[in-house]
Each structure stands twice: as C-alpha cells, then as structure tokens.
T-cell receptor, first 114, second 111 residues
Framework: GEDVEQSLFLSVREGDSSVINCTYT??????LYWYKQEPGAGLQLLTY?????DMKQDQRLTVLLNKKDKHLSLRIADTQTGDSAIYFC??????????????FGTGTLLAVQP | GAGVSQSPSNKVTEKGKDVELRCDPI?????LYWYRQSLGQGLEFLIY????????KSGLPSDRFSAERTGGSVSTLTIQRTQQEDSAVYLC?????????FGPGTRLTVL
C-alpha cells in the first residue's frame, strides 16, 4: 500500500520557525496526529486535527491540513533546543475499520542549532 | 495522573527463548494497542483490544506472537521462540477515544 511520507531531516537555528511536512494516504482519514519522540523515549502526543478543519493552533504549534492534496504540516514557532526530536505524523485511515489503528509516517528528525 | 507504563524497559534474550512484555494502561481507557518500532519497518501496528470485544490481531507478524488483556486492564505481549528479527522497541498505547497515549516502550534485543 501507500506510505505516509515525511522528509527525513530538518535543521533550524534556535528562535527560527520549523515546518515539518507530511503526505498521508487516505483522503477519508478522519483524524490526523503529530507525535514527538525524544531519544530513548516513547511517543508524546503533541496535537491532532479533525479532517473538517483546515488549521489548528496550540501555543507554539500550528497544524495545517490540505485535504485535497492529503498534506499535513506542523509549524513550531520560536524553535528551542528542547524541540530537537523525531516528529511523526499519523493518520487513522477510513479503510482501517473500527480498530482506529494509527498509520505512521517515517519520522522527521528535527535538529535545532543554538 | 499516571501514564501508560511498560515493563521491562529493556530485555536481552537469546534466540529461541520466550519473552513476555507487560503494559499497564491509563486507568479508565477502554482501548489498548501494541505497536513495534524497528529501524527497517518503522512504526507498525500489532494488535488492538477494545473492551470485551475480540481483539484485532491483524498486525501480528507470525503465530509466534500473541497477546492477552486481563480484566480489561493489563496486557501482556508474548513472543515465543524469539528470532533476531524480533529485535525492536515494543510500544503500548491506551486510548479513551480517538487519541492514543503511549508508554515508554520495551527495547527487546535478541542475541
């Protein structure tokens, strides 16, 4: 099947904005998520968006959703060194049935330079 | 409140041995998931439990893998006759609705 695609690596300077992009597989996906994983840790749910929304803002995080292009992005304002981590987008595809299993992207490693 | 906990945090075993991994979900969460994270395959779904319904085992990679959830709470993932390709981080998540909250994972190394 198709993969949820993300660029592998992003490097930004502290204080700049970061934009992490994701292309997902199912235009009928109801929920889309962003998770953060720090080294040796589990996945932390950062934010999520319903498919009937175009944008969601939560403090320094802004999620943009383009359903037509199946494109999801996460913008982190005023990026800090503590934001350095791997970021995963995930979807619950309609074809997954009642299980609500997450289909994850490949992950983007964000490196924040001081 | 307490999050999802998993034990052990690390497990090293010899090829051919059986291992058991444990997950304690967040209290009150009705759904529980197991995922596996490996370098080659990324994050992949293994199994799903919801209340008293039959589990969705569609993600289990072979019949050496099994899982149970007792009393609608604690879950155990068992891998029999471990192989080197089973080496991965096994993540558990619990969910009250459409959001899933993950534990820290168990890193399994099969020598």
């Amino acid at each position: 099947g198709e993969d949820v695609e993300q660029s592998l690596f992003l490097s930004v300077r502290e204080g700049d904005s970061s934009v992490i992009n994701c292309t997902y597989t199912d235009s009928s996906s109801t929920y889309l998520y962003w998770y953060k994983q720090e080294p040796g840790a589990g996945l932390q749910l950062l934010t999520y968006i319903f498919s009937n929304m175009d944008m969601k803002q939560d403090q320094r995080l802004t999620v943009l959703l383009n359903k037509k292009d199946k494109h999801l992005s996460l913008r982190i304002a005023d990026t800090q060194t503590g934001d350095s981590a791997i970021y995963f987008c995930a979807e619950i595809p309609f074809y997954g049935g009642a299980t609500n299993k997450l289909i994850f992207g490949t992950g983007t490693l964000l490196a924040v330079q001081p | 409140g307490a999050g999802v906990s998993q034990s052990p945090s690390n497990k090293v075993t010899e090829k051919g041995k059986d291992v058991e991994l444990r997950c304690d979900p967040i209290s009150g969460h009705t759904a529980l998931y197991w995922y596996r994270q490996s370098l080659g395959q990324g994050l992949e779904f293994l199994i799903y439990f919801q209340g008293n319904s039959a589990p969705d085992k569609s993600g289990l990679p072979s019949d050496r893998f099994s899982a149970e959830r007792t009393g609608g709470s604690v879950s155990t993932l068992t891998i029999q006759r471990t192989q080197q390709e089973d080496s991965a981080v096994y993540l558990c998540a619990s969910s009250p609705d459409y959001t899933q909250y993950f534990g820290p994972g168990t890193r399994l190394t099969v020598l």
